[in-house]
């Protein structure tokens, strides 16, 4: 008997990378159903060998539906994930609605799997921001060994993180770049084709962007509430793959090579790392992949006990869809959900 899994925002960059990895990863399905907004229905997604239509998450039933795969923005999460949790489905959501929450737990399976124990008191698990998701897998086989005491992170994040009007603006600026046509910015606040933008989510008062905010919040939330965070986010003309650069403090002693070995040991960890032209992982050759990739490593000389090292992940993959499945899987492994029709 598999499990009744119903995807909000089926139709969109993430929603249908959900889709495909449930079929990768053969997931134990009974039924997937496709749900999006009144004026998607009818639209056709694949899940594997098959076809579905979109059907309208406003007139949905979720009452016999196992788990909920919520992938539509953090209004549309603030309203329904709620409603529908409430109906006995577990909402695994994948917006910033509910990761602050403290009864919502905020999971990379990696990092801090036991604390989704407590899904029950709302039935919403959140899945971190797709720049945290990487950082985190990087960082926490080295705050084991060595205790991370600060980190000054500095993410070039692909277009695809703005969804598909991101990539479809990097698109049509390029190509009028070439032809000579004007060029209009649209969702970003500049041009994007051949340049980079200091800026990603709105501003706050202390002159952080939200989206810097976030890397700080959920890290700590994650992994230890005692790291000191600051971070710089920054829109590059990419169009899947988001890149970091991290500076890591660490309160005790660990090496250039201790750090290799514990990353190449480290789950949903790959390293990448020769002093050699081309011995480093770019986006563009992570797409696609399921892996966190790390490179440059290399020692801090200018601190006490101090690393660089380069993170690369699929944005897409790791950052948002492929996470959602693997918290889908951690509830399946651990028993903490039952498929309601065995019920």
Known sequence: ???????????????????????????P???????????????????????????????????????????????????WSPKIGAQ??????????????????????????????????RNIIANPNCSTAQLVVALKPLHDHAKIKRLVVSTYQSVSGAGKDGMDELFNQTRAVFVADPITS????????????????????????????????????????????????????????????????FENEITADEARDILRDAPGCQVIDKHEDGGYITPYECAGEDATFISRIREDATVENGLNIWIVSDNLRKGAAL???QIAELMVNRRLIKPRAEV
């Not at 009974?30 to 056709?44: C, D, H, P, Q």
């Not at 990603?200 to 002159?207: L, T, V």
């Open 186 to 249: 649209q969702k970003f606040t500049k041009r994007i084709a051949f340049n980079v933008i200091p800026h990603i989510d709105d501003f706050m008062e202390d002159g952080y962007t939200k989206e810097e905010w976030k890397v700080l919040a959920e890290t700590k939330k994650m992994l230890d509430p005692k790291i000191k965070v600051t971070c710089t986010a920054v829109r590059v003309p990419v169009f899947i793959g988001h890149s970091e650069s991290v500076n890591i403090e």
């Open 88 to 121: 006995g489905c577990v909402v695994i959501d994948n917006s910033s609605a509910w990761r602050y929450d403290a009864d919502v737990p905020l999971i990379v399976p990696e990092v801090n799997p036991d604390a989704i124990s407590m899904y029950t008191k």
């Open 323 to 325: 996470n959602t499945i």
């Open 1 to 27: 008997m598999g499990f009744k899994i119903a995807i909000v925002g089926a139709t969109g960059n993430v929603g249908r990378e959900m889709l495909n990895i449930l079929a990768e990863r053969a997931f």
């Open 29 to 79: 399905v009974s039924e997937v159903v496709a749900l999006a907004s009144s004026r998607s229905v009818g639209t056709e997604v694949s899940f594997g060998d098959k076809t579905l239509k979109v059907k309208n998450l406003e007139t949905y039933d979720f009452s016999d539906t196992d788990l909920c795969l919520m992938s539509a923005g953090g209004t549309v999460s603030k309203k």
